[in-house]
């Protein structure tokens, strides 16, 4: 009687999660990206600019075909550990907590997010600022150092991001849901990892994971807001276009 009940939960939580997503894609999709444009540089790198009158501001987003699932199972959390590590510890031109700063002089906000099969970064700010966005995101994607004293630096914020999932009960619900239904696969795994396995994370497994999955032909750049691709496009190339294709990893 307790499993079929703990079914029925599991059921119905799975259904909020599907029609939720099912209601923003049918309130997204007809008015945001069907007139968008889209373009693929020499190196695999797709490309898709949407003009939409913002106000002089422009939306700078990243996209890599990777996260917790494409992970080894003793790394457990290195896809989210590594986008830490790109927005706060450094990259061969940028100094362990200058990127936020680099971003507030112009009157920018970034961030960026971890998903099962997707992460993300992004840098808003005004369209006359478009070129050092675009620089400051190639910077992030392709530069990271992964300096061994940055990664002992910010795992402890990692295992507070781990602790405070422990204790929010709608993020254990949800990852009880993802254990049951997706038994025996990578997505039963919690996103962020265990305490366990990101104090495996050294530097030698952050540079393979980056160099596997971090690649042009392995992401897709966003641009949004006051752009035109006339005047963007060979930015985009002038920025992006030296980086090189390679080889990903079949998906697990």
């Known amino acids: 009687m307790r499993k079929s009940c703990r079914f029925r939960v599991l059921f119905f939580v799975l259904m909020i999660l599907v029609?939720?997503?099912?209601?923003?894609l049918a309130e997204k999709a007809p008015g945001h990206y069907l007139d968008a444009e889209r373009y693929t540089l020499a190196n695999g790198l797709t490309?898709?600019?949407?003009?939409?009158?913002?106000?002089?501001?422009?939306?700078?987003?990243m996209w890599i075909r990777t996260g917790s699932y494409y992970e080894e199972d003793q790394y457990s959390g290195i896809a989210h550990f590594l986008e830490h590590m790109v927005i706060n510890r450094g990259t061969e031109n940028i100094a362990?907590?200058?990127l936020p700063r680099a971003v507030d002089r112009i009157g920018g906000e970034q961030n960026g997010s971890t998903r099962y099969d997707t992460t993300n970064y992004y840098i808003q700010g005004g369209s006359g600022?478009?070129?050092?966005?675009?620089?400051l995101i190639a910077e992030m994607c392709f530069r990271p150092t992964f300096a061994q004293d940055q990664i002992d630096e910010?795992?402890?914020?990692?295992?507070?991001?781990?602790?405070?999932?422990?204790?929010?009960?709608?993020q254990q619900l949800f990852d009880a849901t993802m254990a049951e239904i997706f038994k025996g696969t990578n997505y039963s795994?919690?996103?962020?990892?265990?305490?366990?396995?990101?104090?495996?994370?050294?530097?030698?497994?952050?540079?393979?994971f980056h160099g596997w999955y971090y690649l042009p032909n392995n992401m897709i750049l966003i641009l949004t807001g006051d752009v035109h691709s006339a005047e963007v496009m060979p930015l985009v190339k002038e920025v992006f276009g030296d980086f090189a294709a390679g080889e990903v990893p079949a998906a697990p």
């Open 47 to 61: 490309v898709i600019v949407k003009n939409k009158p913002s106000g002089g501001q422009v939306l700078v987003n």
């Open 154 to 170: 910010e795992r402890p914020v990692i295992e507070e991001e781990i602790l405070r999932g422990q204790d929010n009960a709608g």
């Open 189 to 208: 795994r919690s996103i962020g990892g265990t305490n366990e396995t990101v104090g495996n994370c050294d530097s030698q497994a952050f540079r393979d």
């Open 96 to 98: 362990p907590g200058d």
């Open 19 to 24: 029609l939720t997503a099912v209601q923003v």
């Open 129 to 135: 600022d478009l070129g050092e966005m675009l620089e």
